[in-house]
């Protein structure tokens, strides 16, 4: 993986940056000088990290600020601690995700994938905002290809592209229902909407320099793809890993849209790894774009 240029000055924001890809990211930015913030639910993960990069070669440094960001209190207390402590930004990597295999609710009553894969990367860079456009800073959301083809196994048969009701945007805690509740197309969805909120973000935010782009880092041997990988072929499962990317190789896609000099400038797009591909017709609807803008702040703010 290439090295960023120097980032001595910057400070970089990392969501899920105590295991797999997020780590690798974090100590990367950190090695070529970033003051990197992260926000972690487990201290314990927090204490590995930070070890690790204090004994990394670098200038850089990690702050970790303890939170839960699975629900509202938590995103807006941790986007506090940061902003009281740090006036610019100038990368935000909204890497936090999970996949859950079963129908469950959060604290404020979204359905998870909702509340992880979604809703941290819409209110962190809605809450850092102020200081996203001091840094003009650079955005990067993790997405997946699911978006594009729901099918776990594609062997056969068309893309089955993520799908969304808009009838369901005015009120978050309608998506995903338990009805029907399919866990690899619920994640989906999940990851649509990011990518359709941070092509509304891209535009709102532009007219200050910052960008917002989207990225599929390949199928990476993650936590979250041993919960991906279809039952019939878990018994195969440590055999599929082997051919599947490294957190290194992850990683280098996102650190390449967060801090490459050619790609400045370039905003609201979509990448799988480094190539950049259209998604579902739906995410570029601006009427479903600003729709799920408003109901989202509205359950951010809990108008």
Partial sequence: ??????????????????????????????RSGAHVITVARDPHRADTLRDQIANDPGPGQLDVITGDLSHTNGLIASATAITA???????????AGAHFTRHRLSADGLEMHIAVDYFPAFAMTSLLEEALRRGKARVVNIASDTIRDTRQVKLLGRPRPATIDPRDLDDLTRLNTAAGFVPFEAYARAKLLTVIAGYDQAHTLGTDGVTVNAVHPGIVATDIVDDLIPPILRPVGSL???????????????LRLATDESLAGISGRYF????????????????????????????????
């Fill in 240 to 254: 599929i890993r082997r051919f599947m990317l490294t957190p290194e190789q992850g990683a280098a896609a996102a």
């Fill in 85 to 95: 402590q740090h006036d610019a930004i100038h990368i935000l990597i909204n890497n």
């Fill in 1 to 30: 993986m290439t090295a960023p240029a120097p980032l001595e000055g910057q400070v970089a924001v990392v969501t899920g940056a105590t295991g797999g890809m997020g780590q690798v990211i974090a100590r990367t930015l950190a």
């Fill in 272 to 303: 799988v790894r480094d190539i950049e591909v259209t998604t579902p017709t739906v995410s570029y609807d601006t009427t479903i774009q600003q729709q799920l803008r408003d109901s989202s702040r509205r359950f951010l703010t809990g108008a």
